[in-house]
C-alpha cells in the first residue's frame, strides 16, 4: 500500500517513476532521462533526487537492487520500479491523458 494522499502524484515522482518503467537506472541515468524527456523542462538535482527516491521507496513504488553485471566505475546504487509504482504511474498517465482528451475537445490542441 503506497503512502501518497489520494490523487495526483507529484510532477517529479511520476517523472522518476517513468524513467524507471523500462529498466533500472541509477540516480544520474534518471536525472538524464528526466531531463531528455522534458525536453530540459524538469530538472532533477541530485539533493532532491535522492530525497525523493527514498520517499518513494517508503511508498513501497520503488526499490534499491542490483544494477548490471558490470557496473560502472563508483558501483552506483541502482532503482527498479516495483508492480505497486507502474500502477501508480499508470493511473497518473491516465488521469493526465484524461485532461489532454478534455484540451482536445476544446479544440485547444490538434488530433494526432
Known amino acids: 500500500m503506497t503512502a501518497r494522499r489520494e490523487g495526483a502524484l507529484p510532477p517529479h ?3 522518476i517513476l517513468l524513467a524507471l518503467a ?3 537506472r541509477h540516480g544520474a541515468g534518471i536525472m538524464q532521462e528526466v531531463l531528455d524527456r522534458t525536453g530540459g523542462l524538469m530538472r532533477l538535482w541530485p539533493g532532491m533526487l535522492y530525497r525523493n527516491l527514498r520517499q518513494l521507496e ?4 520503488i526499490v534499491e ?3 548490471p ?3 560502472e566505475a563508483g ?3 541502482y532503482f527498479r520500479i516495483t508492480a505497486a509504482g507502474k500502477r501508480e504511474c499508470a493511473a497518473e ?4 491523458a484524461s485532461f489532454v482528451a478534455a484540451a482536445r475537445q476544446k479544440k485547444l490542441l490538434g488530433r494526432r
Open 22 to 24: 523500462d529498466d533500472a
Open 58 to 61: 517508503t511508498a513501497g513504488l
Open 13 to 15: 515522482w511520476f517523472q
Open 75 to 77: 558501483n552506483p546504487r
Open 93 to 96: 498517465a491516465r488521469r493526465l
Open 69 to 71: 553485471a558490470t557496473p
Open 65 to 67: 537492487g542490483p544494477g
